[in-house]
């Protein structure tokens, strides 16, 4: 069964300083991937998708991941974090249907000033 | 440009009455899905539907129905809620193959 596994709970980082949240996958075929980002009180925005070729990819405020399949990893990566990206972030693939996507438990990320 | 919009964003049930939550999605979306998202969990898929007039169950769909009788409307009833359903629930719409979710902001539930 395809599954997603989010091993950081909680995170903190400074501000300013880079950022790496983790996501592995378990899925027998090429995977979709996607990272979503959630905000107190809001629901999930999305942030960055893989689906063939480069395998880093660009998102939007500042994100990047790099899709690793020998290590069926799928990284999240900003270079200087800002205190507005303090939020809960969640990886997610693709399940036995291309439309259904699971999600891993979330990671929270807090912002030292 | 709406997107993706869930009534009510808040309620409060006692144990045993019914509700109906609705979405609607104004981007002519084929696939509409229900999640509950519970602290520790992440999101856990309850029913979706893969167009007008049809449903099928996800992960957790025991204690829920859904309907899906318009394209842009996807409901979620709790016939006899309890308190396991205590939750915040999100819909969210694709158009395919690939397309990711647009999401909306959620009903936050409380069953007591």
């Known amino acids: 069964a395809q599954s997603v596994t989010q091993p950081d709970i909680h995170i903190t980082v400074s501000e300013g300083a880079s950022l790496e949240l983790r996501c592995n996958y378990s899925?027998?075929?090429?995977?979709?991937l996607f990272w979503y980002v959630q905000s107190p009180g809001q629901g999930l925005q999305l942030l960055l998708k893989?689906?063939?070729?480069?395998?880093l990819v660009q998102g939007i405020k500042g994100f990047e991941a790099e899709f690793k399949r020998s290590q069926s990893s799928f990284n999240l990566r900003k270079p200087s974090v800002h205190w507005s990206d303090a939020a809960e972030y969640f990886c997610?693939?693709?399940?036995?249907?291309?439309?259904?996507?699971?999600f891993g438990s979330g990671t929270r990320l807090l912002v030292r000033p | 440009n709406a997107g993706v919009t869930q009534t009510p964003k808040f309620r409060v049930l006692k144990t045993g009455q019914s509700m109906t939550l609705l979405c609607a999605q104004d981007?002519?979306?084929?696939?509409m899905y229900w999640y509950r998202q519970d602290p520790g969990m992440g999101l856990r898929l309850i029913h979706y539907?893969?167009?007008?007039?049809?449903?099928a169950k996800g992960e957790v769909p025991d204690g829920y129905n859904v309907s899906r009788l318009k394209k842009q409307n996807f409901l979620l009833g709790l016939e006899s809620a309890a308190p396991s359903q205590t939750s915040v629930y999100f819909c969210?719409?694709?158009f395919g193959f690939g397309d990711g979710y647009t999401f909306g902001s959620g009903t936050r539930l409380t069953v007591v």
């Open positions: 899925y027998g075929a090429t995977p979709y």
């Open positions: 997610a693939v693709n399940g036995d249907s291309s439309y259904k996507l699971i």
């Open positions: 893989y689906f063939s070729g480069d395998t």
């Open positions: 981007m002519n979306h084929e696939y």
């Open positions: 969210a719409s694709s």
């Open positions: 539907s893969v167009g007008e007039g049809t449903t």
